[in-house]
């Protein structure tokens, strides 16, 4: 069986960084494909014998990519083992990385023509949102608005190495001072809770430290907000699997994303273990030093 991932999504969201990644973990990568080659392109690369493949396609891409999302339910209704990665990121924060990079959106000369006009970089943006619309409606997203290239290839890694099977269950932990992730599914806010921070000897921790996990675990509190959080989940989530969806990101936010988020998403994680596969992230924390 052949293997296929599809990156797409915002100009500037770290698409490349993606791209790169798959590469290097010995993907067969195709950038800027347009979408009226796609079912070509994978039916030669099964008759070539390759097992994992790998296409960008967005705005850049020639022709219509309003057909994309027909494209790939018809791929998918075909049986291929298909990954869509959609990568979004706030308004700002792609205006920040073009003004950093220096680089014209790829939309300017195509709006420049339509209008007779030269578009600013935020009604490029815009209009880039409008385009892409109907996609994120149909492929939940990843928001790389605060993540470091490093978390983002961790992430994706991840993503790609676990099983292909109808639903990839998230739980992520983060910090409302940067704002409620755009991938999040699921908000539970757990910022009611005794919070470590205010011990001096656990402030510099992390809800992943056996130090905050006992002050946390022996607070009855916490205790009933992770098994009420967990029975929702587990009254929902055949439901969520019947809508046929790939992913289901259920975000658990506190104020820094360093002690009670985490916590309680590392003891979700755990609760539905029986579920394969489960992911981790934590948005606020910096990534592991074995990585």
Known sequence: MIHV?????????????????LEDVGYLCVDNLPVRFLHQFIADARDEGRSRVAVAIDVRSPGEISDLPGVLTALRAMG????????DADSETLKQRYSESRRRHPLSDRL???????????QCIERERQILEPLREQEPPIDTSDLMPGQLRNWVRDLVQVDWRPLVLTFQSFSYKRGVPRDADLVFDVRCLPNPYYDRDLRPL???????????????????MIEDIQ????????????????YLTIAIGCTGGQHRSVYVTEQLARCFADHDPVLIRHRALPIPKSD
Do not use: C
């Open 5 to 21: 991932v599809l990156i797409t999504g915002m100009s500037g969201s770290g698409k490349s960084v993606v791209l790169r990644l």
């Open 80 to 87: 291929t083992a298909l990954r869509v990665i959609f990568l």
């Open 231 to 246: 029975l929702f989940v587990r009254k929902w989530l055949p439901h969520y699997m019947q809508d046929t969806r790939s």
């Open 206 to 224: 992390t809800g992943r430290d056996p130090g905050v996990a006992q002050w946390l675990g022996s607070t009855p509190s916490v205790v009933q």
């Open 112 to 122: 420049t023509n339509e209008t007779g006009t030269t578009p600013s970089l935020t």
